[in-house]
């Protein structure tokens, strides 16, 4: 049974930072690009980050790059997104991806 769960969503003040954490099983998670995607209000689903299974060559959409950087755990079957300088425009629901499977997502809420 494959189950992706996403964690570490909130509110936060604009600047500030959040680790958001995705523990997956029932899939060879070590082996598989994951991805972070985003859907803010009212917007579609967007693609945050990506990296390759081995960690290495990472990828941004140009609205994270240098704030946002994502990593994985493989012996842990897990990923992160650690997002720092936070922007009212960075709140959305945050959801983890790997291969066709998906969480429920966090919400992240930037506000003052």
């Known amino acids: 049974q494959v189950q992706v769960v996403e964690s570490g969503g909130g509110l936060v003040q604009p600047g500030g930072s959040l680790r958001l954490s995705c523990t997956a099983s029932g899939f060879t998670f070590s082996r598989v690009v994951m991805r972070w995607y985003r859907q803010r209000p009212g917007k579609e689903r967007e693609l945050v980050a990506a990296?390759?299974?081995?960690?290495?060559?990472?990828n941004y959409a140009d609205s994270v790059k240098g704030r946002f950087t994502i990593s994985r755990d493989n012996a842990k079957n897990t990923l992160y997104l650690q997002m720092n300088s936070l922007k009212p425009e960075d709140t959305a629901v945050y959801y983890c991806?790997?291969?066709?499977?998906w969480g429920k997502g966090t919400l992240v809420t930037v506000s003052s």
């Open positions: 990296i390759p299974a081995a960690g290495v060559g990472t």
């Open positions: 991806n790997g291969i066709v499977y």
